[in-house]
Each structure stands twice: as C-alpha cells, then as structure tokens.
C-alpha cells in the first residue's frame, strides 16, 4: 500500500468514525445543558463552591463567574508551580521561574496549553496530574459553557436569562468529560501510553550508557488533553513520545479525540434552537474547511519538486516514519484546526507551504470545527457576520435563528472578529522591531518569522502548538505570550456573552417568504466565503512575508 493510498484510508475511517458518533454525542450533550436534574456529586459540588445552580443569569452575571473562576485558576496554577520545590511528589524538581510560571498558568486555564517548559525535566505529577490535568478539564468546560450561553440566546425570547455558568461547568465536566475522558483513557492504555507514578528510573541504551526517563499519568492526561482540545504533553516531544502515542493506531484515535466534541456540538446546537439543519449547516461548513485543508496539507506534503523528497516518498523531515505523511498532515491540520497544542510532528519541518497551511488553519479563528466549545461559538459569530452580509445585497434588515442582527450585533461581532488579529500582528511586530526578542531566533530570514508569526497565532487563538527553532522561554516571550493568551481567550468572550443577552432579550422574527433559509447550502456556502475572505485575508501581509515568501523560494 502506498503511502499517499495510507493517508486517505486513514481519513476515510476517521471520517466515518466521527460520523457514527455525531448523533448520539450531540443528543446527549444537548440533554445535558437543559436537564432539570441534578446529580448527587454535582449538588456535593454546589454546596462547597456555594453556588445556587437554579439561579438563572444575565449575561455580566454569566461573564463575572467565567472571569472570576478563571482568575482562582491561574492563581492556583501559579503557586502550584512556584511551591513545586517544597510540596511533595517533585520528583526533586525545583520551582518554576515566576515569568515561566505565569505563562504556564494563563496557558492551562486558557486551554492554550502552550508550553515554554520540558515537561518530563521540569514538573513533577502533582502539578502535572494535580494541576495542569485538572484544568485540562475544566478550562474545555468553560469553553462549552459560553458555547451553550450563546446557543441559549438565540433559543430564548424576551428574557436576557443566558441560563448558570456554574451549573453549565460542573454538567460539562461531570456528565461529558470525565465519562468520555475516563473511556479514552483505558483505550490509551491498551495501546501502549503510560499510566503510573514509578518516578525517575535509569532506561538503558543500545550503544551502552544509560538515560533517566520518569514516568507518570500520561494516558489519563493524554485522553482530556485531546478530548478537551487542550494539547501541550506530559513529555517535550509531545504527541510524537511513544509513551504518549505508540502506535498508528492510537495516533488515529487521538485525532478522534481531538474532532469528536467540537464537530457533535454541531447537532448539540440544532437540537436546543429546535432545528437540527441547522445544525447540518454549520457542520457543513467546518467538515468543507477541515477536509480541504487536509487535503492540501497532503498535497503539498507527498508532491514536492525536490529531488531528495520525491525519492523518499514525500517530506519526512520533523516526521515520526511509524505515522508517516498522510497521518501526520491530518494531525496537523486537526490540531490547528481545533485549539489542540498537541502535535505528533515538528510544523516547522513542514515545507513552506504546509507550515503556512498549519498557520492559516490558526488564523481563521480555528473554527472547523475549533476548540471545544470555542469553535461552535466562534463560527455562530461568523454566522452573524453571513447573514448581515446577505442582508446588505437584499437590502432586507439582516435575520438569524429569527433574531434581527442590528447595528448593536454586528458591533459585537465585527469587535470579535477584529481582537485576535490585532493581538497577533501587534504582538509579531514588536517582537521583530524590539532590538532583544530577536535574539530568540534561531532562523533567519522568511522562516525565522514564520517562527514568530506561528508563536503568537497560536497563543492568541489559544492554539499552544510551537513552530519549534524559536527559543520562548524567556521573560520577553513568556509574558507577551501569557498576555496574547489571557486576551486571546477572555476578550472574545466578553463579546459572545454580551451578543447572547442581547439575541436572547429580542422577540422573535417570523419566517417570510423573504427570509433568507440558514439552513440550506446556499447559507453554507456564504458562510465559507465570509470566513475565507474576510478572515483568511486579514492575516495575508503577514503570511506573504514568512511562509508564502519560503515557499515559494524552495
């Protein structure tokens, strides 16, 4: 079987498998965030947060628990970090350096996950199980919980109730991702991941000596880091370790993982607005983006004019050969795709045009189908974007889900969409302009600010995968990066929630013949055209300096 016949199979049954799930997940789920009921260990967990889940919220309400749970979070994380050296189950590490602290912190609870630090050299289980896990879970939770609040908008009707944020997270933790993650996790296992607490032992070597390799819970942190699309690796090799993804088989289902919950909240969304084409239509959209990109990232993988690749059979460098080509195009599109750090291959081996294709899938917004929770609610405001637009060629005041899209909407939409550019570009300017960051580069030219570029893409759209050649852990780079994280994540957030209370306080529009139909292919259509046109060329300058010029010149 040839390599390039290997890769489609293996999408083919990725593919498949996504879709065997797609309905049952998306129901569940569903049930989940409009159940009446309350599970035991949920009401435990109430009552010692204080929290009255039948409370219902408006929209600043709903934003305070977001923001205030996050803030105990990476306070929490930073100190966990910081004491690392005087609490037990170190492993002999030290404490982690307050710049590298703060940065690990603002990345776990962003679900960033980016990571300027050598786990395995660095971080003992306690933060790496008691902390960085933990928020694993619940930073995916949080994304879910704004996902459904904004959901909830356009299903409600006069009222700005967006629903409990607290309710929301413990529901999407206990009910969703532990169950998924604890299943996950046994697979993981089988295959061959690590999963214990034997510390630091000596491993020999085939040519003599020895090496120090510690163990730890990776497969539990592996199966929530995927699922939740967290990314980052208990190991510095990341998803490419073979005790974190051993066998092709498990790096096929880690994909799975990765694509299973944001691609079935799709039908989760249909369900609670009472329509699931529309649903369809959105799923659609993200599965034209996903495929695409897949397909071009394995093009210009496997069919490249240099002699040496041709006879290898395509571009290996960066490349685990027990994967291969094919299965490591569909990680890496995946990955950057959703807001998964997790990468089973080096980016910045990918020739110049695959290593701008992993860039650009970060930079529309990473919703195809993005992040958990993060993807269907930035699409949903891409939507909003759609239909204004459709509404200015009509000349019809613009309609969704039967709510008007006015001129307070768009705003909110438009201010969305325009944060995570500018945190990008201001970001990668000043580290190129400023006369110490550059120091960090260890690649001059086009492909050392690609370095740079990819960097802050991935930590503004809380991405956490690395470009690698760029030496990050320094103060410069820990704390614009920690800051484009902590932007990156809570300000778009502002705006979802605030668009939510507005949608949910409308009375409903009825259906005329007039109406433009968001459920039909049509609307697909003009959703994918918005987000090529007016997101993918935002970023063009920039990737016209970098990738596009390294590409071209290879």
């Not at 000596?202 to 497969?219: I, K, M, P, R, S």
């Not at 081996?349 to 189908?369: N, Q, W």
């Not at 550059?438 to 030219?445: E, R, V």
């Not at 997101?535 to 390294?550: D, I, N, Q, R």
Request: net charge neutral.
């Amino acid at each position: 079987m040839g390599p390039v016949l290997a890769g489609v199979l293996q999408l083919l049954a990725l593919t498949a498998a996504l879709a065997l799930v797609y309905v049952p997940l998306g129901t569940y789920m569903a049930r989940v965030y409009t159940s009446d009921r309350h599970w035991r260990v949920e009401k435990w967990i109430y009552k010692g947060i204080g929290a009255d889940p039948d409370t219902q919220m408006r929209w600043p309400a709903y934003l305070r628990g977001v923001l205030g749970f996050s803030l105990v979070g990476v306070l929490f994380l930073y100190l966990l970090q910081r004491l690392q050296g005087v609490l037990p189950g170190s492993l002999g590490f030290s404490s982690i350096e307050p710049a590298q602290a703060f940065n690990t912190a603002a990345s776990f609870v962003t679900n960033t996950n980016w990571q300027s630090y050598a786990g395995e050299q660095a971080m003992g289980p306690l933060v790496q199980t008691g902390g960085l896990a933990v928020q694993n879970f619940v930073s995916a939770a949080v994304g879910m919980a704004v996902a459904v609040a904004l959901v909830r908008g356009f299903a409600r009707s006069r009222t700005g109730d967006l629903g409990n944020f607290w309710a929301d997270l413990v529901r999407g933790t206990v009910r969703v991702l532990l169950p998924l993650a604890f299943v996950a996790a046994i697979v993981l296992v089988a295959c061959g991941v690590l999963q214990n607490f034997s510390g630091i032992h000596e491993v020999g070597q085939f040519l003599g000596g020895g090496q120090q390799w510690n163990g730890g819970a990776v497969a539990s942190q592996e199966a929530i880091k995927e699922l939740g699309t967290n990314g980052g690796g208990y190991f510095n090799a990341n998803s490419a370790h073979p005790f974190e993804n051993p066998t092709p088989f498990s790096n096929l289902f880690e994909i799975f993982l990765i694509l299973v919950i944001p691609f079935s909240l799709t039908r989760t969304f249909g369900v609670l607005v009472g329509s699931v084409r529309q649903g369809w239509a959105i799923l659609a959209t993200m599965a034209t983006i996903w495929v695409g990109f897949v397909a071009l990232m394995m093009w210009t993988e496997f069919a490249h004019h240099e002699g040496a690749l041709r006879i290898a059979g395509g571009a290996l460098e960066g490349k685990e050969l027990r994967f291969g080509v094919g299965a490591s195009s569909i990680f890496a599109v995946s990955t950057t795709l959703t807001s998964t750090g997790a990468v089973d291959s080096f980016h910045s081996s990918y020739t110049g045009f695959g290593g701008g294709l992993t860039m650009l899938s970060m930079m529309l917004g990473e919703i195809a189908p993005g992040g958990t929770g993060s993807g269907l609610y930035g699409m949903l405001m891409l939507a909003v974007i759609a239909v204004f637009i459709a509404g200015l060629m009509v000349g019809r005041t613009p309609e969704y889900l039967g709510k008007k899209i006015g001129s307070r909407e768009i705003k909110l939409a438009a201010v969305y969409i325009l944060i995570t550019p500018a945190l990008v570009l201001v970001f990668a300017a000043l580290s190129m302009a400023l006369p110490t960051p550059p120091h960090s580069i260890l690649n001059p030219g086009a492909h050392g600010f690609s370095e740079v570029l990819y960097a802050f893409t991935s930590a503004s759209n809380n991405n956490g995968s690395a470009f690698a050649g760029l030496n990050a852990n320094t103060d410069w780079y820990n704390t614009t990066t920690a800051l484009a994280m902590l932007l990156g994540r809570f300000l778009p957030m502002v705006f979802v929630l605030a668009l939510a209370g507005s949608l949910a306080r409308q009375q409903p529009v009825p259906v005329t013949a007039g109406t433009l139909r968001t459920d039909k292919p049509l609307f697909a259509g003009l959703l994918l055209g918005a987000i090529l046109i007016i997101v993918g060329l935002t970023y063009f300058p920039a990737l016209a300096l970098g990738p596009l010029a390294e590409g071209l010149a290879s």
